[in-house]
């Protein structure tokens, strides 16, 4: 099932709204309708969208910036928590870091202030909410971009001030050791959150602290092992000894390669040697329940895997395996004929040697092993 479908496309960067986000906007109509009635109903409704349109505007900051020093933003995806603007990559430049990450924020805070200019001045709140009848939607959609803007400036990933802190910090430490401290730094303050929202009752409040905690834990583990693949190519990260099947093949055939256990997941390629496909154990048995057990391989694989050229920067690959979604990637030449096999195990198994051969922190060797877990 689809769980994001496209609403526009702009400047190169599809906009998605995911499926939970129409729950929320059918669950706000609910809880006002019978609250206060159709007209309150319509109002909320109307809020949430103004409210993720200017969130839909503070995402298009950081993909303008982004844009400035030519890094692309395939799509942005609405969630009822937030938006999310998927970069091709983070920049890894301090200071590029810092100017995409400071430009979501700007974004609301520009906002805010041109509402108190045409006003001339600060919009009070009325003490029964924001929702009430006669409330002014400007007025609400000033507190909102001045709140947004103070919660991504929290210095925690993976809010935006998490980023800019790290950056700023990267000015004068490396990359490893800012993001070590800005995450250390993030979680002292998801922490006192939890804490402070606990012992206030505020359930909503300790969830999103916790989620700040972890996230802060994955940033680091990602920075650990962008650092262990640095200097590495896809050519050299990939298998270079893997079984490969045709599509006429027996899927038994493939089990029995599965169960010597050196591989799990193989190219499919056709005469020419190129990768048309990947099959792995969990495709293998959906195949034969559905097929029974003289299926073939044709049966089992439905996509292409990602080509990706022998000179890809390493993390930059183990990137797009992540985002195709497919267990295995294809490291293919200049004539696009596959050269290399790329896994998630694999990746793992490459990460570790490097951690050791370089004596790393024992950080780095955990985040090495995270991928195998
Ligand atoms: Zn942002």
Redesign the pocket.
């Known amino acids: 099932m689809k769980w994001s479908f496209t609403i526009a496309k702009l400047f190169g960067t599809r906009v998605q709204i995911h499926l939970t986000f129409l729950l929320l906007l059918v669950f706000v109509a609910a809880q006002y309708y019978f609250a206060s009635g159709a007209e309150a109903a319509v109002r909320g409704v109307f809020l949430i969208i103004s409210v993720f349109f200017c969130v839909l505007l503070?995402?298009f900051?950081?993909v303008a910036a982004a844009l400035k020093y030519g890094i692309t933003t395939p799509k942005i995806t609405l969630y009822p928590i937030g938006?999310i603007?998927s970069l091709t990559r983070i920049p890894k430049k301090p200071l590029q870091e810092l100017v995409v990450?400071a430009a979501?924020?700007a974004v609301n805070l520009t906002i805010a202030l041109i509402i108190v200019l045409i006003r001339g001045n600060v919009p009070t709140i009325p003490a029964e909410g924001v929702l009430t009848a006669g409330f002014s939607i400007v007025d609400a959609l000033f507190w909102v971009n001045a709140s947004l803007f103070f919660f991504?400036l929290i210095p925690a990933f993976p809010?935006?001030g998490g980023r800019m802190f790290r950056a700023l910090l990267g000015l004068f430490l490396s990359r490893g050791t800012a993001t070590h401290l800005a995450v250390t730094v993030g979680q002292v303050i998801a922490i006192a959150g939890a804490i402070w929202a606990m012992s206030n009752g505020q359930i909503l409040l300790t969830f999103i602290a916790a989620f700040i905690f972890l996230a802060g834990k994955g940033e680091e583990t990602m920075v650990d092992q962008e650092l262990l693949l640095e200097g590495h190519t896809a050519g050299e990260a990939g298998m270079s000894d893997f079984k490969t099947f045709h599509l006429d093949d027996k899927l038994n055939k493939v089990i029995d390669k599965i169960l010597e256990g050196d591989q799990d997941v193989f190219p499919v390629i056709n005469d020419l040697k190129d990768c048309i496909a990947a099959i792995s154990f969990n495709e293998v048995i959906a195949a034969i329940q559905h097929y029974g057990p003289d299926a073939h391989v044709r049966d089992a694989v439905n996509s292409v895997p990602e080509q990706i050229p022998e000179s890809t920067p390493a993390f930059d690959a183990w990137q797009k395996l992540a985002r195709s979604r497919m267990a295995g990637a294809a490291v293919v030449d200049e004539a696009g004929h596959l050269k290399k096999w790329l896994t998630n195990r694999q990746f793992s198994e490459f990460m570790v040697v490097q951690a050791l051969a370089g004596h790393k922190p024992e950080r780095s060797l955990r985040a090495a092993a995270t991928e195998e877990i």
């Open positions: 503070h995402e900051g950081h938006g603007a990450a979501g924020p991504n809010m935006d």
